[in-house]
Structure formats: C-alpha cells, structure tokens
C-alpha cells in the first residue's frame, strides 16, 4: 500500500466521520428542540393551572367578604346608607363603613394585581371593574374613595379606581348636561 492509498483512505475516514458527526448533531439537535417543546408546553399547562387557582381563590375571597359584609340585615344596610351618602353616619358607623368598603375592594385589588402580573384572566379584572363601576356610581362611596385612596392604597390600584371614579362622573355630568 502506497502512501498516497494511505492518504485516499484517511480522508475517506475523515469525511465518513464528519459526516457521521453531521448526521449525529443533526438527530440531537431535533432531539434537543423536541424536549425544549415538550417542556414549554408543560411550562405552559402549569401557568395555566396556576392561573385557574389564583382566579378561584380571588372569586372565593371576593364570594366570602360580600357574604360577610351584606350577610346581615345590619351591615347591609349600613352599606346601603354608606354607599348613598343621603345622610350622615354616626362616629361608629363611619368607621365600620370605611372598613367594609376597604375589604369590599380587598379582592378588585388582588385581581388587578395578579392581571398585571400575567396571573389571572382578563375576564376576572373586567368583571372586577363591573363590580366596582357598581360601587362607585353611589355618591357615598367615591366620598368614602376620596378619603380612602390616600391612606389605604397604592398605584397602580389607585389609579385604576381614579379612572373607574373619573368615567363615572363624567358620566353623570353628560348626563346632567343633557338634562338642562
């Protein structure tokens, strides 16, 4: 055997094992992709289930302080009242009426924040933002909202609550408007 065969031979070698490192890289490479996908979608399917109890829990927390805060014939009426702001509460009902409504948003709060965070469902802060359109269109309440957004909460839940209050009022001013 000649040296050039010996050459011929080795480069034949050569390329059988670059290409058999191609054909191997290649096979990892689909291997590789094909787990990275299986676990984005686990990834995915987690988030997923997170997400469903997170809104769960915040429906269930929501559910809870409503039956606590209008459970009683009492403490209904004392929102009732609050809410209106026809007439004045004592020292006492002020108080509890500013503790109720702060629960009463405890849960709007939670859901806003978990939204932005990518943890809840748009539907959930929608429904939030229904509820406390709701609260708001009663005079009493933005009074109480007044007071409250100052010592009780924090943007960016504030100024959700502000653009909710400002709708409402603007509102009601067309509608006053178009009344005269």
């Known amino acids: 055997m000649t040296l050039e065969s ?36 686990q990834s995915e399917q987690a988030n997923d289930l997170a997400r469903a109890e997170l809104t769960t829990r915040t429906i269930d927390v929501a559910v809870q302080i409503q039956n606590d805060i209008f459970g009683t014939e009492e403490n209904a009426s004392l929102i009732y009242r609050g809410m209106m702001g026809k007439e004045p509460l004592s020292r006492e009902e002020s108080f509890r009426f500013y503790l109720q409504m702060t629960n009463l948003l405890t849960a709007s709060e939670y859901a806003v924040r978990l939204h932005q965070e990518g943890l809840t469902y748009d ?38 609550i502000d653009e909710i209050v400002a709708e409402i009022e603007a509102e009601e001013a067309r509608d006053i408007q178009g009344t005269s």
Do not use: K
């Open 6 to 41: 010996i050459y011929y031979i080795g480069q034949t070698v050569a390329v059988i094992a670059i290409l058999g490192s191609l054909i191997a890289l290649i096979f990892q490479t689909r291997h590789t992709h094909q787990q990275n996908q299986r676990a984005i979608r």
């Open 123 to 160: 539907d959930m802060v929608e429904r939030s933002r229904l509820n406390c359109v709701g609260f708001f269109r009663f005079r009493g309440t933005r009074q109480w909202w007044a007071i409250a957004r100052e010592q009780v909460y924090i943007d960016p839940f504030r100024s959700w």
